[in-house]
């Protein structure tokens, strides 16, 4: 089963943002990735069309099961 961690922002220009972890660990908390995501915002290391990601929106982790039938 794969899984990925999905952290959505809101940028200053109001547009939505969001970064992908693969594998994240196990166990994270609400509390860990809220404070996770606002390091993000304070660092200011990402931003969409010049905007800076401005407030935390959402995070979700995302499980996919994959069932190969035929590999060749």
Request: aromatic share 4%; no cysteine; hydrophobic share 45%.
């Given at each position: 089963?794969?899984?990925?961690?999905?952290?959505?922002?809101?940028?200053?220009?109001g547009?939505?943002a969001?970064?992908?972890?693969d594998e994240?660990?196990?166990?994270l908390?609400a509390?860990?990735v809220?404070l996770?995501?606002a390091?993000?915002?304070s660092?200011?290391?990402?931003e969409?069309?010049g905007s800076?990601?401005?407030a935390?929106?959402?995070?979700?982790?995302?499980?996919r099961?994959?069932?190969?039938?035929v590999?060749?």
């Amino acid at each position: 089963m794969a899984k990925t961690l999905q952290l959505n922002f809101t940028t200053a220009a109001g547009k939505q943002a969001s970064l992908t972890v693969d594998e994240p660990k196990e166990g994270l908390t609400a509390t860990e990735v809220e404070l996770a995501m606002a390091q993000i915002i304070s660092a200011g290391a990402f931003e969409v069309d010049g905007s800076p990601f401005a407030a935390v929106k959402s995070a979700r982790i995302i499980e996919r099961n994959v069932t190969e039938l035929v590999q060749v």
